[in-house]
T-cell receptor, first 111, second 113 residues
Framework: EDQVTQSPEALRLQEGESSSLNCSYT??????LFWYRQDPGKGPEFLFT???AGEEKEKERLKATLTKKESFLHITAPKPEDSATYLC????????????FGSGTRLSIRP | GAVVSQHPSWVICKSGTSVKIECRSL??????MFWYRQFPKQSLMLMAT?????????EQGVEKDKFLINHASLTLSTLTVTSAHPEDSSFYIC?????????FGPGTRLTVL
């Protein structure tokens, strides 16, 4: 069965304190791994798509990496406005565009 | 690019009434759209896949007669919650597929009294 597990469930950091969020997955034939950001009461905002092991993508203070078993979202020198829930999702080879979401990591950055 | 809107952003209705939620892709055409439901502090749960010009595909456990989906054009999908009850109160989010990536709408908060 395809599964996505995110850790930690919640993370509190001081402004400027870098860290990483983890997304572990088991899927039959990964077609893509997605990272989204979700603010309270809003829909997820697309951040990155990763397709193959070794791939990396960056956007401002965020950097996503992918291996054959997991993905990391690295946050460098975060600011309070980076506070949000970060969702990881995977698309399996047989899923016909459906994606499976992890439970998310709630990130809080203190000024 | 890849903007998706939903209307209304929130709705309150009485038990037994029906509510329609619209999902539009504003700057691209979407053959496939998805409808999700999200409970507080939980992740998104896929309800159904909506394909333009054909019947929607519902996930296991989702009542197709209760959650009616219509995808009549390449930019619009609608979800109608029929005979709503308090347990249907939730945050409903749609997404539209563009180049293998789902772009999400802002969500609709439904409260059934």
């Amino acid at each position: 069965e395809d599964q996505v597990t995110q850790s930690p469930e919640a993370l509190r950091l001081q402004e400027g304190e870098s860290s990483s969020l983890n997304c572990s997955y088991t899927v039959s034939g990964l077609r893509g791994l997605f990272w989204y950001r979700q603010d309270p009461g809003k829909g997820p905002e697309f951040l990155f798509t990763l397709y193959s092991a070794g791939e990396e993508k960056e956007k401002e203070r965020l950097k996503a990496t992918l291996t054959k078993k997991e993905s990391f979202l690295h946050i460098t020198a975060p600011k309070p406005e980076d506070s949000a829930t970060y969702l990881c999702a995977v698309q399996a080879g047989s899923s016909a565009s459906k994606i499976i979401f992890g439970s998310g990591t709630r990130l809080s950055i203190r000024p | 690019g890849a903007v998706v809107s939903q209307h209304p952003s929130w709705v309150i209705c009485k038990s037994g009434t029906s509510v329609k939620i619209e999902c539009r892709s504003l700057d691209f055409q979407a053959t496939t759209m998805f409808w999700y439901r999200q409970f507080p502090k939980q992740s998104l749960m896929l309800m159904a896949t909506s394909n333009e010009g054909s019947k929607a595909t519902y996930e296991q456990g989702v009542e197709k007669d209760k959650f009616l989906i219509n995808h009549a054009s390449l930019t619009l999908s609608t979800l109608t919650v029929t005979s709503a009850h308090p347990e249907d109160s939730s945050f409903y989010i749609c997404s539209a597929l563009r180049s293998d990536t789902q772009y999400f709408g802002p969500g609709t908060r439904l409260t059934v009294l």
